[in-house]
């Protein structure tokens, strides 16, 4: 690929992105979320189309308008959510997605393809089982399977190993070297630096949506690697008063939580925040936080361990039981939690609130009440719309996420959850926003922040846990030099 | 090459709003009449001949009213379902339990009860019917994730069947010389009218009454604003916490209780005994379905849109009758206009651009 460059909405995503790739080569693709690994194998295997540059192939241009073609060029990829069919099974969905299949009885002449090809890599799936009987390393290796029989020389594999338990890794990791000795080309996208360091021989480091090095991985090692990740040593920068922190509000102890998929996520996690404190929460997104932020306001429930928010122990009890406790929540999937996209602006300034004896009497709401409420959020917090009358899909996604923010911090929470509150933000809202946590923080709310934006974590928090699959890798004082460490520590290499 | 692009509107004014439904009323009202010529009839002709026959007369305006009544009931309750995007196709045999019910009350207790304590208990009995047979699916849904809009649907056929079931055998009356059907209800049990007409006054008192009810309960209370925020978002819902469960059932006691007490009126107010379902109701609780999504699921607006389309009913039999056409004639026109009206709405909330670009 050379000279690849894609945006979005006039925001780049990819800019002049050059590289190859040779025959039994794994190649890794580094970088933090939002980093433009994705962008740039999508529009590889024929997704998106760039605005400059060209993919040649054999040293012959190419244009690949669609994944039949990149298909039909030798490319695979397997997403990082499988696109397999749930109630059908492994040789229906290897037959669906291949090209020879015949119209009629299309499982028969694929079975006797998978079984000489089965012979050659060692993947041993039951072929008549539903996709919804296998674990996810499973589905995997299908997914796999689907691509090498198409005839991919060359496979994308988008954070395989996010979904894996340990042994599936190792599994995957047998089935890449078994590639690589036929001759296969690999390219592993991932953020966690020890897979890529064991699995890959050259690795692309991506920082914000340009190439900020490669290497052999036999020629570096993983702290020059993180530092080509975060993009830059960590700076410090002490602009935040000097506040001593009052008792404590929240504590979480061994929580264990499972996740969507019905693995453990959060594993033995203790921590505790106290008034006047902003706590920050670091790390490459899908390692928890999300997970941790819903367990701690009841909307998931915590396998064992406990939760108390002024000693009052409030694991497992209803969301609305825990907001009333003092604790609000900025979700991080602001769409899907944080509104309700056909309602008025004013209807969803009191999402959550509306139960409290300022919105309600009895059984009906107090809408001349829940309208000025909602003309003053709009007035401090700068959400500009039409009118409070406007439906709030009208909004453009900043202005929703401001209402929401205004919406949780008016109240003068306890306890402030914030997941990703400036996450795309412009310059000017984001300062605003971060102003208004250090208010919070000033007026004696504890804030319990998530962020991938170091800048933002090491700007706001007094204290900063390192989160990686599920655990704590540290907890340090924001002044801690320990914290120069912290992408390799975000990239599951160094535990403190 | 002609190239479509679709936007989302972003924009939606009240004069638009209005306008795209007209329009798509004139459209349905166009395919109809391609229908009636295809029948061989003068579509103008026909058309005129409803409306005339529904709004034109004042025998055939008392007529729309009665009809009204168990559309407007059922209607109103289903905007309520449908906000919280509860798809209850089953209001046809939450009407027939609501029947049932009232049926049982007056067969069994009539003879001993004066009309003003019988009265309001076949209401009660109706309206309980009809929530029983409402709860139903919402169990199903919540509990075992079964899809509301097949199981209320198969629950008509069941209801149906059970009703027939009862007036071919353990109720079938003595008065009725073999043919299945209850005896008459007692004097006590037979709702008043208004006199000259058909229209049952209790009942049509309390659609307008429902109508406003429901319409304050909506926009005005925490109930209507829950069930709001869980259609459209149940995510967000969750989040908000709200209660799911609690909030599901009593959208759907409401709504299928209004439409069992549509079946009170039915059968107390105009049959005077449970006769075969069909008899019972002439697909009222279909035909409501139509009435809510053309009141915008609006409850106040039901008010105008199920006299519109009592009018059609009405006009139907007039058709049937002067032009010899048949009996489903009305169903292809409640139909096609449905159909329509969804489709307006899809031009409404998306902008279409059509440009013509050289190859």
């Given at each position: ?7 979005f ?7 002049d992105?050059?590289?190859?790739i ?18 740039l ?15 040649r ?8 308008h ?35 299949t ?33 674990s ?14 198409n005839?991919?020389?060359?496979l ?60 052999l ?9 993180a ?28 929580l264990?939580?499972?996740g ?38 009841g909307?998931?429930?915590a396998e064992s ?11 497992n ?45 009895r ?48 109240e ?61 890798m ?7 030099r ?12 160094k535990r403190? | ?10 924009d ?34 026909a058309l ?50 609501g ?49 509301e809009?097949?199981s209320?649907l198969?629950?008509?056929y ?55 009810i ?82 915008k ?27 010899g ?10 139909g ?24």
């Open positions: 690929m050379r000279g690849i460059s894609k945006s909405h006039g925001i780049p995503a990819n800019q992105i050059s590289f190859s040779e025959s039994g080569e794994i190649l890794g693709l580094l970088g933090e979320n939002g980093a433009g690994k994705t962008t194998m999508n529009i590889l295997y024929g997704l998106y189309q760039p605005d400059a540059g060209e993919i192939i054999n040293d012959a241009p190419v244009r690949i669609n994944p039949l073609e990149s298909i039909a060029l030798g490319i695979g990829m397997v997403h990082q959510h499988f696109m397999l069919i749930q109630n059908h099974s492994v040789l229906e969905n290897i037959a669906l997605s291949h090209k020879d015949p119209f009629f009885f299309p499982t028969v002449k694929i079975r006797e393809k998978l079984e000489n090809f089965s012979a050659s890599f060692d993947f041993n799936i039951d072929l008549t089982k539903k996709i919804w009987q296998l996810a390393g499973e589905q995997q290796r299908v997914e796999i399977i689907k691509a090498l029989l005839g991919a020389d060359l994308i594999l988008d954070e395989p190993t996010s979904v894996l338990t340990p042994q599936e890794i190792k599994e995957l990791i047998s089935i890449l070297k078994e590639m690589k000795a036929k001759g296969h080309m690999v390219i592993f996208i991932s953020h966690k630096l020890d897979e890529i360091m064991d699995i890959c021989d050259r690795v692309l480091v991506l920082q914000k949506g340009k190439i900020a090095g490669s290497a991985t036999r020629d570096t090692d993983k702290i020059s690697l530092r080509m990740m975060v993009g830059r040593d960590v700076v410090f920068n002490i602009q935040r008063e000097k506040i001593d922190r009052g008792n404590q509000i929240l504590s979480v102890e061994h264990n939580v499972m969507d998929k019905g693995l453990p996520v959060l594993k033995d996690i203790s921590f505790e925040v106290f008034e006047n404190e902003i706590f920050g929460v670091a790390g490459v997104s899908g390692n928890g936080q999300r997970e941790l932020a819903e367990a701690v306001t909307i998931r429930k361990g406990k939760i108390r928010i002024n000693d009052r122990d409030i694991t009890t209803s969301p609305r039981h825990i907001y009333d406790q003092g604790v609000s929540h900025v979700p991080e999937e602001r769409i899907r939690f944080g509104i309700a996209p056909g309602l008025f602006l004013y209807d969803n300034a009191i999402l959550k609130q509306h139960h409290l004896k300022k919105f309600s009497k059984y009906f709401l107090k809408y001349k009440d829940v309208k000025d409420h909602a003309k003053n959020l709009m007035d401090d917090f700068n959400v500009s719309a039409h009118s409070i009358h406007s439906q709030i899909r009208n909004l453009s996604g900043g202005n929703i996420q401001k209402l929401i923010l205004g919406r949780e911090i008016s003068k929470p306890q306890l402030l959850v914030a997941s990703h509150p400036t996450y795309g933000l412009d310059v000017g809202a984001t300062e605003f926003m971060r102003n208004h946590l250090l208010e919070l923080r000033k007026t004696g709310s504890a804030v319990l922040l998530f962020s991938e934006d170091l800048e933002e974590i090491f700007e706001l928090c007094d204290r900063i846990a390192v989160i990686f699959d599920g655990e704590f540290a907890i340090l004082d924001s002044g801690d320990r914290l120069n460490d912290i992408g390799l520590m975000m990239a599951g290499s403190i | 090459m002609i190239q479509f692009s679709v936007t989302d509107r972003y939606i004014s009240a004069g638009r709003s209005f306008m795209t439904n007209l329009l798509s009323l004139v459209a349905g009202l166009f395919m109809i009449g391609l229908v009636f010529l295809f029948l061989g009839v003068n579509p103008f002709y005129f001949k409803i409306f005339s026959g529904s709004f034109g007369s004042f025998y055939g305006f008392k007529e729309t009213l009665t009809k009204a009544i168990p559309l407007i009931l059922i209607g109103s309750g289903l905007t309520l379902a449908f906000r919280a995007k509860f798809w209850n196709i089953g209001a046809e045999g939450q009407l027939l339990m029947a049932i019910f009232a049926s049982w009350t007056s067969l069994f207790l009539g003879d001993h009860l004066p009309s003003y304590i019988m009265v309001p208990l076949m209401f009660l009995a109706g309206f309980t019917g009809g929530a029983l047979w409402g709860i139903i699916p919402a169990i199903l849904k919540i509990r075992f994730s079964i899809n809009v097949i209320t198969m629950l008509n069941i209801c149906a069947d059970f009703l027939t079931m009862l007036i071919v055998g353990p109720w079938k009356g003595s008065t009725r010389f073999g043919f299945p059907g209850t005896d008459n209800f007692p004097d006590s049990a037979i709702l008043g009218l208004i006199p000259g007409s058909r229209i049952h006054y209790a009942t049509f008192i309390l659609s307008i009454l429902c109508a406003v429901l319409c304050i309960v909506i926009y005005k209370t925490r109930f209507g604003y829950e069930a709001r925020v869980v259609g459209e978002n149940p995510d967000a819902g969750r989040y908000a916490g709200i209660d799911f469960l609690k909030t599901t059932l009593i959208l759907m006691i409401i709504s299928g209780g209004l439409a069992g007490l549509a079946g009170v009126g039915e059968v107390a107010g105009i049959h005077h005994y449970l006769g075969y379902p069909a008899a019972v109701s002439s697909g009222y609780g279909f035909t409501a379905i139509i009435v809510a999504w053309l009141a699921l609006n409850p106040l607006l039901t008010l105008v849109s199920g006299i519109f389309f009592a009018g059609i009913l009405v006009g139907g039999d007039a058709v049937q009758i002067s032009l056409l048949p009996a489903a004639t009305v169903g292809i026109v409640n096609i206009l449905l159909i329509c009206l969804i489709m307006g709405d899809y031009f409404l909330k998306n902008k279409i651009t059509l440009t013509i670009a050289k190859p």
